[in-house]
């Protein structure tokens, strides 16, 4: 094994992922800028009002049946037979009513929609599903295929504010291309499940998974620096220098190779050999970002896992974490999460996280009038500006591996083309693109 080390900036899903597999071949580093491996998976605690501590991801993350590498990776921890595989119900919310939307046939009760909408919706899902990807998906607005295959009245009353909720200000920018990722995660997830869209979650959530990550790494003998914030990367002829912060001290390594997954503007900071054309590039990638507000509720706010809100709401949707999660290992009260995704520059993540918990508490409460305010028991905000790339019209493709400066690569989700971020889609590209890295020329070597 040669000795010098390969250095992974970014300790998330991806960086584990890389560094797992770098570290049979070569010595490994991971620089993680937070307190513990995991980045958007990692978790928080709530408290009851009786003391008792209960940990939950920050964002709410669930396991698809169909999600094979996932599954795989997690049987490596020896934790795949603790997962229970559910179907999971959806509600939509429209007018201030709920209606149960999980199935075709409940879709085709929906009240606010004619029998010809109902049938061309499920009729759009399976269209854009299936139909084979191809550069026009770039290049067709997605409300316009919306419009073309669903008709202008279902699109008008349910495409159309389902788009808002979720891409916000990107919702009339956005090509086919994401309608694509997205209807085809639905529709692989629902046939791995029989027709049933299957979930789980791995009791005790990410904080269990990344904790055996984390034993895995060093039983690899990776080692992981945490709160170690990576402040410049420089490439050598031969090698590589990596300059750090741990709290107020500042740190300079040297390795063979450095290997960043951070994001796409992080990546343009701290790059200071990058042209000016990548520098560009990296900073133009548009991204989405996400206020997600978790709460322990003393009831159950509906069935479902998954209430779309097609009204006008400070929230996107509303996850019923309970529905995978059991009260008994979440001190007896009910788990939701309440993700607002929004553009980075958003006012409001300025907002303290006693506003946001008010108006997303609210918004909860609009929706579900049954929530009165003292079922509200404990409550935590989450926030991350640069969570997901968008696929806008006329985007320019994604950055390469490759961004021109010697034994440096960049892998990270500003390479995910869909628009639908999800740790399958992380662990594959993880597995995509490590060989170009590992290649010959600029790669690992
Ligand atoms: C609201 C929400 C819901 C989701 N739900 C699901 C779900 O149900 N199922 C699913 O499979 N996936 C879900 N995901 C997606 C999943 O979280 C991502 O696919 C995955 O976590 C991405 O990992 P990553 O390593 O690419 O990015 P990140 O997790 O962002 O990791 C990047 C890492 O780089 C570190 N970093 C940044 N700057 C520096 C620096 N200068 N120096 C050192 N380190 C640095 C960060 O601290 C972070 O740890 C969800 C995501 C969100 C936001």
Not at 229 to 238: A, D, K, L, N
Request: some cysteine.
């Amino acid at each position: 094994m040669p000795h010098e080390p390969i250095i992974v900036v970014g300790g998330g899903m991806l960086g584990a992922a890389l560094a797992r597999r770098l570290a049979p071949h070569r010595p490994v580093i991971v620089l993680e800028a937070g307190a513990s491996l995991g980045g958007l998976t990692s978790t928080h605690d709530l408290v009851t009002a009786e003391g008792a501590v209960v940990p939950v991801d920050r964002f709410y993350h669930v396991i698809l049946s169909s999600d094979r590498r996932v599954r795989a990776w997690l049987a490596e921890l020896g934790l795949a037979e603790e997962l229970d595989f559910r179907p999971v119900g959806s509600t939509v919310v429209a007018a201030g009513v709920a209606y149960p939307a999980a199935s075709l046939a409940q879709m085709a009760g929906l009240p606010f929609l004619s029998v010809l909408d109902r049938m061309r919706i499920a009729a759009s899902i399976g269209i854009g599903a299936l139909a084979p990807p191809g550069p026009w998906f770039s290049r067709v607005p997605a409300q316009r295929w919306l419009r073309t295959v669903a008709g202008s009245s279902a699109a008008g009353a349910f495409w159309d504010p389902l788009l808002r909720a979720k891409l916000g200000p990107y919702a009339s920018q956005v090509s086919s291309n994401f309608l694509h990722a997205t209807f085809s995660r639905l529709l692989t997830a629902r046939l791995a499940g029989g027709g049933a869209d299957l979930f789980s979650v791995v009791p005790g959530g990410y904080r269990r998974i990344l904790a055996e990550a984390t034993r895995q790494l060093e039983d690899l003998g990776v080692q992981v620096v945490l709160n170690a914030e990576v402040t410049e990367v420089s490439g050598r002829p031969h090698g590589v220098r990596v300059r750090y912060r741990n709290g107020t001290a500042e740190h300079e390594l040297t390795a063979a190779h450095a290997v960043l997954t951070t994001p796409a503007t992080v990546t343009a900071r701290i790059l200071p050999g990058l042209s000016e054309q990548s520098r560009a590039l990296l900073r133009s990638i548009p991204h989405l970002g996400v206020i997600n507000v978790t709460a322990l509720l003393r009831r159950a706010p509906d069935p479902a896992y998954l209430t779309y809100i097609v009204d006008d709401a400070d929230i996107t949707s509303v996850i019923g974490m309970h529905t995978l999660i059991p009260p008994q290992l979440t001190a007896g009260r009910y788990l939701v999460h309440l993700p607002r995704y929004c553009a980075p520059e958003d006012p409001i993540f300025e907002d303290t996280d006693e506003v946001i918990e008010k108006r997303f508490l609210s918004a909860l409460r609009t929706v579900y009038p049954g929530v009165g305010p003292d079922d509200v028991e404990a409550v935590r905000v989450a926030r991350a500006r640069y969570v997901m790339p968008v696929p806008l019209l006329g985007a320019p493709a994604p950055p390469p591996v490759d961004l021109g400066i010697d034994n440096v690569s960049y892998i990270g989700s500003a390479q995910l083309e869909g628009g639908t971020l999800n740790v399958e889609a992380t662990l594959e590209l993880a597995g995509r693109l490590l060989p170009d890295a590992l290649g010959t020329g600029r790669g690992v070597s």
